[in-house]
């Protein structure tokens, strides 16, 4: 199992920027893609981007495709998610997720591994 502790999150208003990050420790931490995920009060977890164990590949939701950039140190074991251009509907707690694949997936039920979440507020 990997363990998975996010950081970064906190309150911005409309337009600015958070970096959240997403560090895993425990078994192996190779040859697995991450991803990130979001959910609203209210609402269904959902999807944000995932990439790739090599890095090379990344999938994005197309409501943050433009705005979100996804990264990955393998060395550090951590995966970073620089968010730009906020809005307020970008409010959600944010999880971190592993799989067991190299491979990304938009799909929740494919990664094995979660992180506790981390609280993102955009205010208008």
């Known amino acids: 199992q990997v363990q998975l502790v996010e950081s970064g999150g906190g309150s911005v208003q409309a337009g600015g920027s958070l970096r959240l990050s997403c560090a895993a420790s425990?078994?192996?931490?190779?040859?697995?893609?991450m991803g990130w995920f979001r959910q609203a009060p209210g609402k269904e977890r959902e999807f944000v981007v995932a990439i790739s164990w090599s890095g090379a590949s990344a999938d994005f939701a197309d409501s943050v495709k433009g705005r979100f950039t996804i990264s990955r140190d393998n060395a550090k074991r951590t995966v970073y998610l620089q968010m730009n251009s906020l809005k307020p509907e970008d409010t959600a707690v944010y999880y971190c997720a592993a799989r067991l694949l190299a491979i990304t997936s938009r799909k929740s039920d494919e990664y094995v591994s979660w992180g506790q979440g981390t609280q993102v507020t955009v205010s208008s």
């Open positions: 425990g078994r192996t931490f190779d040859g697995r893609a």
